[in-house]
């Protein structure tokens, strides 16, 4: 089970082939669907030179979810300095 909340975006009311990640309120990535190469890509703004993709929706979520919790991992050390 995704520790991201995902949301379907949509314009007008119309579901697009894209997706928002939430952890709270802050938008942690999105995945969306590259028809013309058949992949999901997913990016996230807290990193904006960081990328990847997956073969299905499930592979790209995984995948950001994966490089998520390693790039917080590296924050470790300041959230423990004050206990």
Same mark, same amino acid.
């Given at each position: 089970?995704?520790?991201?909340?995902?949301?379907?975006? !949509?314009?007008?009311?119309?579901?697009?082939?894209?997706?928002?990640?939430?952890?709270? %309120?802050? +938008?942690?990535?999105? #995945? $969306?669907?590259?028809?013309?190469?058949?992949?999901?890509?997913?990016?996230?703004?807290?990193? !904006?030179?960081v990328?990847?993709?997956?073969s299905?929706?499930?592979?790209?979520?995984? %995948?950001l +979810?994966?490089?998520? #919790? $390693?790039?917080?991992?590296?924050?470790?050390?300041?959230?423990?300095?004050?206990?």
């Open positions: 089970m995704s520790r991201i909340r995902w949301q379907q975006d !949509e314009v007008a009311g119309v579901p697009l082939k894209r997706h928002m990640g939430f952890v709270g %309120a802050v +938008e942690v990535g999105s #995945v $969306a669907y590259d028809g013309s190469n058949r992949f999901w890509i997913w990016s996230t703004p807290l990193q !904006e030179d990328w990847g993709y997956g299905t929706e499930d592979a790209a979520k995984a %995948a +979810e994966h490089w998520l #919790v $390693a790039w917080l991992e590296n924050f470790r050390p300041f959230f423990q300095a004050g206990a």
